[in-house]
């Protein structure tokens, strides 16, 4: 559901200190452990939850499921409030006036807050096995995990199969990013005017993007105690490797489904787009003339026989330690992650979603059933079985490691650094080396 995401800037450090954390006013003894910071819930809870979600379809689905919970739980109800989290927020936790009882959060950001949240680990105790390792990984501070994982976006290879069919490519022998680059040039040599793989302009997505490439090679842009890792083999490899698509012409640079974008897809101008599995979006609301053309593959590996997929995004619910009832909220997202009825709801057929929710796939283990998809094929995609080929892709990620609070931040030094590079006025070394210093002079040195 990353369909329009924000560009907001969030500094851990402006949150760091701004109240005593252990006050916890509105949480009773029995959530709280000696330690002052871990959830503890109940046998028997009840009464109301603030909950927040984002607006738009995801609200009006978890609507939804809401109804089903109140009716297995009806000592507790839920308030479901729609909200622009990342303008509200942070103001809201420093201030500690009507904080909610649950959030709904994009990874990325959670380290930003942690001191402000629950450690949902002895919560989460019973189902943390069965959790895919890369969502509990990234949500992991120092030995304790602050959100509750939601979804799984899985790195995926899009390609327009049509065009590709019509030049002779053959999707089936892109193994590598190497393979990758030889199959753009192929490409490029039957439709001159192409650039066929896309590079992201937008300097979030971008740093997102980046972080995709990452993962499948277990690596992150921090280490697990939060320190920059940038200057390492692997960020040379991947960022050689966009500069090589870039010098080489190979590259539609363009933000991702901007009209530039867009136009570039349905003009088969630009025919692979390693993205994450909610590029789906695309074909299924945006394009018109290809529509029905495209595919989806693993990734390329880096290296042949590794991993073919990295984890781009991704969200999952946290608990303010200033709400009122914390144990209500995580029984609700208990129930819409661990429970059936409650995962059914989202991803399977709703209102909202005739088909399931296709742009992402739960981060539970049980749920990923290859014979029980929770959402089915769709012309757009030529009926393809996309939940096949994502719930596989899912179990290849590597381990996670957690997002440090200065993730965000980054976007203005490593993000921005990328796009110089496309203009030509870094090299990859240059991005490694300034992004590392500007992230540690800007960003840690400061928390």
């Avoid at 910071?37 to 046998?43: K, T, W, Y």
């Avoid at 490519?169 to 990013?177: G, M, N």
């Avoid at 057929?349 to 014979?371: F, R």
Wanted: net charge negative; with cysteine; hydrophobic share 40%.
């Amino acid at each position: 559901m990353k369909r329009n995401p924000r560009w907001s800037r969030l500094l851990g450090g402006l949150l760091v200190g701004a109240f005593s954390l252990t006050a916890c006013s509105g949480q009773s003894s029995d959530e709280m452990d000696s330690s002052g910071d871990s959830l503890s819930v109940p046998d028997e809870v009840s009464g109301s939850a603030v909950i927040w979600s984002r607006s738009g379809d995801l609200f009006n689905v978890f609507d939804e499921a809401i109804q089903k919970f109140e009716q297995k739980y009806p000592d507790i109800e839920i308030d479901h409030q729609a909200v622009d989290i990342d303008a509200k927020l942070q103001n809201t936790l420093i201030t500690g006036t009507d904080v909610p009882d649950g959030v709904f959060l994009d990874d990325a950001k959670i380290g930003a807050y942690r001191d402000f949240l629950w450690n949902v680990s002895d919560a989460l105790g019973p189902y943390s096995s069965d959790i895919l390792e890369q969502k509990i990984g990234v949500n992991t501070i120092d030995g304790k995990v602050y959100g509750i994982p939601f979804d799984s976006n899985p790195g995926l290879l899009f390609y327009n199969e049509a065009a590709l069919t019509r030049a002779g490519v053959d999707p089936s022998e892109i193994v590598t990013y190497d393979d990758l680059i030889v199959a753009a040039e192929k490409y490029q040599a039957e439709v001159p005017e192409a650039k066929p793989i896309h590079l992201e302009q937008a300097p979030f997505l971008a740093q997102l993007q980046l972080d995709m490439y990452a993962s499948q090679l277990g690596t992150a842009l921090a280490d697990q105690d939060g320190n920059v890792q940038l200057d390492s083999p692997e960020f040379e490899k991947i960022l050689g490797f966009l500069n090589e698509v870039n010098e080489k012409g190979l590259g539609t640079r363009a933000e991702y489904l901007s009209p530039s974008d867009v136009g570039a897809l349905d003009d088969e101008l630009q025919v692979f787009y390693p993205w994450a599995i909610w590029f789906d979006f695309a074909p299924q609301q945006q394009l018109t003339k290809t529509k029905g053309n495209w595919r989806a593959m693993p990734l390329p590996a880096w290296e042949e026989g590794g991993p073919r997929s990295g984890a781009m995004g991704g969200s999952s619910f946290v608990l303010p330690r200033e709400g009122k009832n914390s144990a209500a909220a995580f029984k609700f997202y208990e129930f819409l992650m661990f429970d059936a009825d409650g995962y059914q709801t989202v991803w399977g057929p709703n209102s909202v979603y005739p088909n399931g929710l296709n742009t992402s796939i739960p981060a539970y283990k049980p749920a990923l059933d290859a014979e029980k998809p929770l959402f089915k094929p769709f012309p757009e995609m030529g009926n393809q079985d996309l939940w096949g080929i994502a719930i596989e892709a899912a179990s290849e990620i590597p381990e996670g490691t957690p997002i440090p609070a200065w993730w965000t931040g980054a976007v203005d030094f490593l993000g921005n650094n990328l796009q110089k590079m496309y203009d030509g006025d870094m090299t990859p070394q240059d991005v490694i080396a300034e992004s590392s210093e500007e992230i540690q002079k800007n960003l840690i040195d400061r928390e």
